[in-house]
């Protein structure tokens, strides 16, 4: 079973950037498809970005299409979050989590993924 700890968040004035990670052990990273997500206060869980376990095909959410990259280094077993053009709606914890299986797209939807960690906030300021 593997674990996943988030790092990274933070205070951040809009039109900024931040770049989180997520550090992983105790399972074999590079088989996972791995994704991030992120919920604000009163909302539900949504999909941000996920990427393939071989890191050659990514999808994100169309709300940061453009402005937000997800990346992958399975020989450092880290998962990565480049935030960039960042904005008040922006704020959230946000959550890596790891799908066991090996979808050709990553995906879309939490009840995908099987592990989360504990989650980084993120806050935007205008």
């Given at each position: 079973q593997?674990?996943?700890?988030?790092?990274?968040?933070?205070?951040v004035?809009a039109?900024?950037?931040?770049?989180?990670?997520?550090?992983?052990?105790g399972?074999?990273f590079?088989?996972?498809?791995?994704?991030?997500f992120?919920?604000?206060?009163?909302?539900?869980?949504?999909?941000?970005?996920?990427?393939?376990w071989?890191?050659?095909?990514?999808?994100?959410?169309?709300?940061?299409?453009?402005?937000?990259?997800?990346?992958?280094?399975?020989?450092?077993?880290?998962?990565?979050?480049?935030m960039?053009?960042l904005?008040?709606?922006?704020?959230?914890?946000?959550?890596?989590?790891a799908?066991?299986?090996?979808?050709?797209?990553?995906g879309?939807?939490?009840?995908?993924?099987?592990?989360?960690?504990?989650?980084?906030?993120?806050?935007?300021?205008?």
């Amino acid at each position: 079973q593997v674990q996943l700890v988030e790092s990274g968040g933070g205070l951040v004035q809009a039109g900024g950037s931040l770049r989180l990670s997520c550090a992983a052990s105790g399972g074999t990273f590079s088989s996972y498809t791995m994704g991030w997500f992120r919920q604000a206060p009163g909302k539900e869980r949504e999909f941000v970005a996920g990427v393939r376990w071989n890191g050659r095909s990514t999808t994100y959410a169309d709300s940061v299409k453009g402005r937000f990259t997800i990346s992958r280094d399975n020989a450092k077993n880290t998962m990565y979050l480049q935030m960039n053009s960042l904005k008040p709606e922006d704020t959230a914890v946000y959550y890596c989590a790891a799908d066991r299986e090996r979808p050709i797209v990553p995906g879309t939807t939490a009840r995908r993924y099987n592990y989360w960690g504990q989650g980084t906030q993120v806050t935007v300021s205008s």
